[in-house]
Structure formats: C-alpha cells, structure tokens
C-alpha cells in the first residue's frame, strides 16, 4: 500500500479496526505482485510513489496477469500533479486519492468508491 511504515500502520489501524475491513500490507510494488495474486483482494489500495517499482508499474503488471487483471485499485499519491493524475486514471485506477487524507475517514471513502465502481457484466445468453 505505501512505502512509509508509519502510514502503513496508522492506514491498517483505520480500515481494520476502526473500519472493520480484512487488510493486508505491503511495503513495496515488488512485494504487492508477490501478494496479490494469491490473497485475491476486493480492492488494492496503492501508493502512486514508491521506491523500486511505483505504483504506475504495479499497476501495470497487475492488469497483465489474469488473476488480477479487473482488481479494482484505487492510488494515493501527495502529486497533484494532473498530467501525473490523469496517466493513473488512464492506467485502469478506479480513483485517485490525494495525500494528506484523513485515515478516519479513508474506509467511508473507500465505501463510496466500492459502490460507484463500474460493475462487469456477463452478456445474457
């Protein structure tokens, strides 16, 4: 999810205990491509910036594999950036979430985002 320990941890504090969500952390894109695949989230919360792989990267890999090409993922990123903002969004990111946020408010966000993402439907036959 970020880079930053501290965040990592205050973020998991808000989404699990305050926001009752299952959360798994990651420290890096490299370890997020490791992770993924086979804990097969809902929904990947992402850093834009991180050293090694950034965000962009992952996500890129992450929509070439099969078991997490449609993962829903929403970016972080203190970049505001809107050339840097837009290349997320045309990159598959479900939303763009601007750093600082407020973490107890971050799983009602996360919420609202889960429930207007674009739905996948199978044709009917």
Do not use: Y
Request: aromatic share 2%; hydrophobic share 50%; with cysteine.
């Amino acid at each position: 999810m970020d880079d930053e320990p501290e965040l990592r941890a205050l973020a998991e504090l808000a989404l699990a205990v305050v926001g009752g969500l299952r959360v798994t952390l990651c420290a890096s894109g490299v370890e997020a491509l490791r992770t993924i695949p086979t804990c097969r989230p809902q929904m990947v919360l992402m850093d834009a910036s991180m050293p090694g792989l950034d965000g962009l990267a992952t996500l890129t890999a992450l929509r070439a594999m099969p078991a997490t090409a449609t993962t829903p993922v929403v970016f972080i990123t203190a970049t505001n950036d809107p050339d840097h903002l837009a290349s997320l969004k045309r990159a598959g990111a479900l939303d763009v979430l601007a750093k600082p946020f407020d973490l107890m408010t971050l799983c009602a966000r996360l919420r609202e985002i889960w429930a207007d993402r674009p739905r996948i439907t199978s044709p009917a036959g």
